[in-house]
């Protein structure tokens, strides 16, 4: 009995260390490219999590170590400068603007009610709606060749295969989107290549809002595109 019960817990052991339970679900890591870093993040090519909000097809980027569940569009909502006045800076910008004061407002008021305001990358105040770092576009790839931002010139095409983040709906030919993230002088975004842009006022790159759900919600499905997680 004793030797049955020793291979029960260590089974039950594996089991806990494949499995993450969350939100009413039980997501096997392996099979779904969901892995363990701070938070629990989805990696490489395509990863099974897909979730319907607002009624369309979003990507869950992470579950969040604080219990919000970090989610970005798979199509884009169009292409836009960054700022109209050439500004790097998420807070004045034109783009801050139109996201949290007039795209928030077409998100239908039962959507709405599940956002978490959230304090975006270099930001000093709470926002519904951001868009991806570079961190988490670099934490999306799930090949070790391609973990900083200059690291990936020589493996550049085989890292945009290794991550999901490049097979969202542009809708733009040159598949550029914007980042909240900066530099001193420029406003990063990522597709064909991913580095810094100078001209955040000249350039319409696709944007793809990205935004935080509340912890305190119950999903079910299994994240994949046929099947995939829905809010209950």
């Known amino acids: 009995m004793k030797i049955i019960t020793l291979i029960s817990a260590f089974l039950s052991f594996l089991t806990n260390q494949n499995t993450y339970v969350t939100n009413d679900i039980s997501i096997n890591l ?6 363990k870093d701070e938070n629990y993040i989805y990696k490489g090519k395509n990863p099974n999590n897909y979730i319907i909000f607002n009624n369309e097809i979003y990507r869950i980027i992470s579950f969040e170590k604080d219990g919000k569940i970090k989610i970005i569009k798979n199509d884009s909502i169009g292409n836009f400068p960054f700022d109209i006045e050439n500004s790097n800076n998420w807070e004045k910008s034109s783009l801050n603007n139109y996201l949290n004061n007039i795209y928030y407002y ?9 956002i978490q305001k959230h ?3 270099e930001t000093n105040n709470l926002y519904y709606i951001g868009l991806i770092s570079i961190s988490d576009y670099i934490k999306s790839n799930n090949n070790s060749l391609c ?12 890292c945009k295969e290794d991550n999901y983040l ?5 809708n733009n030919k040159n598949n550029y989107a914007w980042t909240i993230s900066k530099d ?8 064909n290549m991913y580095f810094g842009d100078s001209m955040p006022s000249y350039n319409d790159f696709a944007v793809f809002p990205v935004l935080y759900l509340k912890g305190n919600i119950s999903l079910k499905g299994k994240g994949t595109i046929e099947t995939p997680y829905q809010i209950i």
């Open 184 to 191: 001193v002088n420029n406003i990063y975004h990522f597709g």
């Open 166 to 170: 490049n097979s969202l709906n542009f």
């Open 119 to 121: 304090k975006w990358e």
């Open 106 to 114: 077409k998100i239908n008021q039962k959507s709405r009610n599940l």
């Open 147 to 158: 973990q900083t931002i200059y690291s990936n010139w020589e493996n550049f095409n085989k």
């Open 30 to 35: 392996k099979e779904n490219n969901l892995y």
